[in-house]
């Protein structure tokens, strides 16, 4: 298993035999990056897309909370977001998306080594919301496990198991990211009620066939500084739910909007820089960029910082709203669905959530 460190500017990654604490890297920026162009061990097999099908518009929304649909559309680029039918569960959302991108990916649930569900929104909190997905596909007695870093779930998953799969023993991973975030929403809060919505998306990932294509690098990072600025802050082991809790809303989300925007900018800026530095290359060599879908304008802000035209922008906020860690592989099932990512194009990802959690990935496809 290769790990190295490096400063988003620092340039490429160093090789993997560089220890961590390597007196170029301060601490706080510390980070863990992939393979270097040209020598991509893994790559995604295939992927899929589960949204519920209840669609509920701005316009609905109006009608629960002092909003609009003129505030939300430009403020936010959301027009619309999927809710999850009542009885529909995280595990039942995750596992259609999974099914999907097993059988794009021609694997069989059985051949699976590992399973990874990056979600803060899980069937219940105990057990992890893979089992429940383990066993809806069928897939055996695979490594199972949820990952919490939010948002940025999914890159958090798929740096996981891209590094499980290089350092040998584990071959195909399927790497979910899904959210039900509609029941842990506030919906008389329109600061928070009006930006989420519910969905999966995810990707099996194995070893390359030598071909040059697959994950070139990730990199991850977490500021526990601002774990407060976006928080459920309830129905864990600090205030365990109670009516007191409930009548308060602490068991629902809570979110400081603005911190967390300018933190997006900062950070999903920095990570893309990163992940450009990290293989040699420009935003001007990138050809799609599919990143977590929080908010239009945190994006055209990262265009403008990291040098990424817009239109290299894979965009659907305005169909799904923010679902979360399922942002990022619903963008890209939906991309590949379009017929507009083509064989040897350079995609970066990049997500940002609570914690807060961020990271990129850079994927010669
Ligand atoms: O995925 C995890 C990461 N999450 C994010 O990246 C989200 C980051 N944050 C954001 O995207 C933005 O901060 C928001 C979309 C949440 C809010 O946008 P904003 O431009 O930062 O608005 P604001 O919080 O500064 O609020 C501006 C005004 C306020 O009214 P006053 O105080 O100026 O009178 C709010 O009360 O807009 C008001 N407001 C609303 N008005 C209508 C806030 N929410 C709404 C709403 N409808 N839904």
Same mark, same amino acid.
């Given at each position: 298993m290769s790990s190295s460190s490096d400063h988003p500017a620092a340039g490429s990654i160093p090789p993997?035999? =560089?220890? #961590? =604490?390597? #007196?170029?890297? #301060?601490p706080s920026v510390r980070s863990f990056g992939g393979g270097k162009v040209g020598a991509p061990a893994v790559r995604i097999l295939g992927t899929g897309r589960y949204t519920p099908e209840k669609i509920v518009t701005n316009v609905d929304l109006e009608k629960m909370v002092d909003t609009s649909d003129a505030w939300i559309v430009e403020r936010t680029g959301i027009r619309e977001r999927r809710v999850a039918a009542p009885g529909e569960l995280t595990s039942d959302m995750a596992a259609a998306a999974g099914r999907m991108a097993l059988e794009k990916a021609g694997i069989?649930? @059985?051949? +699976?080594?590992m399973i990874i569900v990056g979600t803060?929104?899980?069937?219940?909190?105990?057990?992890?919301?893979a089992a429940f997905v383990q066993q809806k596909l069928g897939a055996k007695t695979c490594p199972s496990f949820d990952l919490s870093a939010a948002c940025a779930g999914f890159l958090y998953g798929l740096t996981i198991g891209e590094r499980f799969i290089r350092a040998g023993g584990v071959r195909y991973v399927l790497v979910i990211g899904v959210e039900l975030l509609s029941r842990l929403l506030?919906?008389? @809060?329109r600061k928070t009620c009006v930006l989420f919505g519910d969905g999966a998306g995810a990707v099996v990932i194995g070893p390359n066939?030598?071909?040059?294509?697959?994950? +070139?690098s990730t990199h991850i990072f977490t500021d526990?500084? +601002?774990?407060?600025? +976006?928080?459920? #802050?309830?129905?864990?082991? !600090?205030?365990?739910?109670s009516q007191e809790v409930v009548d308060k809303r602490r068991h629902l989300v809570h979110m400081e909007g603005q911190d967390v925007f300018k933190a997006a900018v900062r950070n999903l800026s920095s990570a893309s820089q990163a992940a450009l530095a990290a293989n040699g290359v420009?935003? !001007? @060599?990138? @050809?799609?960029v599919v990143a977590h879908q929080a908010n239009l304008r945190i994006l055209q802000a990262v265009s403008q910082r990291v040098e990424l035209?817009?239109?290299r922008f894979f965009i659907n906020i305005h169909k799904y709203g923010n679902t979360s860690s399922a942002s990022i592989p619903i963008a890209l099932d939906e991309l590949l669905g379009e017929g507009k990512l083509k064989q040897g194009q350079l995609v970066l990802m990049c997500a940002l959530g609570a914690g807060i959690s961020w990271g990129s990935a850079l994927i010669r496809w």
């Amino acid at each position: 298993m290769s790990s190295s460190s490096d400063h988003p500017a620092a340039g490429s990654i160093p090789p993997s035999s =560089s220890s #961590p =604490s390597a #007196p170029s890297s #301060p601490p706080s920026v510390r980070s863990f990056g992939g393979g270097k162009v040209g020598a991509p061990a893994v790559r995604i097999l295939g992927t899929g897309r589960y949204t519920p099908e209840k669609i509920v518009t701005n316009v609905d929304l109006e009608k629960m909370v002092d909003t609009s649909d003129a505030w939300i559309v430009e403020r936010t680029g959301i027009r619309e977001r999927r809710v999850a039918a009542p009885g529909e569960l995280t595990s039942d959302m995750a596992a259609a998306a999974g099914r999907m991108a097993l059988e794009k990916a021609g694997i069989s649930a @059985d051949e +699976l080594d590992m399973i990874i569900v990056g979600t803060i929104s899980g069937d219940m909190p105990m057990p992890a919301c893979a089992a429940f997905v383990q066993q809806k596909l069928g897939a055996k007695t695979c490594p199972s496990f949820d990952l919490s870093a939010a948002c940025a779930g999914f890159l958090y998953g798929l740096t996981i198991g891209e590094r499980f799969i290089r350092a040998g023993g584990v071959r195909y991973v399927l790497v979910i990211g899904v959210e039900l975030l509609s029941r842990l929403l506030n919906w008389e @809060d329109r600061k928070t009620c009006v930006l989420f919505g519910d969905g999966a998306g995810a990707v099996v990932i194995g070893p390359n066939d030598g071909d040059g294509r697959g994950i +070139l690098s990730t990199h991850i990072f977490t500021d526990g500084s +601002l774990a407060g600025s +976006l928080f459920i #802050p309830g129905g864990g082991s !600090k205030e365990p739910v109670s009516q007191e809790v409930v009548d308060k809303r602490r068991h629902l989300v809570h979110m400081e909007g603005q911190d967390v925007f300018k933190a997006a900018v900062r950070n999903l800026s920095s990570a893309s820089q990163a992940a450009l530095a990290a293989n040699g290359v420009s935003g !001007k @060599d990138v @050809d799609w960029v599919v990143a977590h879908q929080a908010n239009l304008r945190i994006l055209q802000a990262v265009s403008q910082r990291v040098e990424l035209p817009m239109e290299r922008f894979f965009i659907n906020i305005h169909k799904y709203g923010n679902t979360s860690s399922a942002s990022i592989p619903i963008a890209l099932d939906e991309l590949l669905g379009e017929g507009k990512l083509k064989q040897g194009q350079l995609v970066l990802m990049c997500a940002l959530g609570a914690g807060i959690s961020w990271g990129s990935a850079l994927i010669r496809w």
